[in-house]
């Protein structure tokens, strides 16, 4: 059974950087699209970025420019580099694989959640 599996989350003055990681334990074959979610306390869980397999990237605006979304396909492995952290990014970062089951058919994976909590 794959299961992803993050890591790199943590404490962090404002100001600082982290970066996340969430690799597949097992072989996913034809991942579309790798992606950050978070979820603050009291708050519906957010799309933070997304990677496809073609390199397209987006970013919800409050991240852009401090945030960057990589992917390593050979390592079935997402990254995202965190940089000028505000006590907002508090979270629990989730990752998700999209994986192509057919052209009108999909199945996602979810990680654990890794916490990132920004003082300030």
């Known amino acids: 059974q794959v299961q992803l599996v993050e890591s790199g989350g943590g404490l962090v003055q404002a100001g600082g950087s982290l970066r996340l990681s969430c690799a597949a334990s097992g072989t996913i074959f034809r991942v579309n699209i790798m992606g950050w979610y978070r979820q603050a306390p009291g708050k519906q869980r957010e799309l933070v970025a997304t990677?496809?397999?073609?390199?397209?990237?987006n970013y919800v605006d409050s991240v852009k420019g401090r945030f960057t979304i990589s992917r390593d396909d050979a390592k079935n492995t997402v990254y995202l580099r965190m940089t000028s952290l505000k006590s907002e990014d508090t979270a629990v970062y989730y990752c998700?694989?999209?994986?192509?089951?057919?052209?009108?058919?999909?199945?996602?994976?979810w990680g654990q959640g890794t916490q990132v909590t920004v003082s300030s």
């Open positions: 990677i496809s397999s073609r390199g397209n990237i």
């Open positions: 998700n694989f999209e994986e192509l089951i057919s052209s009108s058919d999909e199945y996602d994976y």
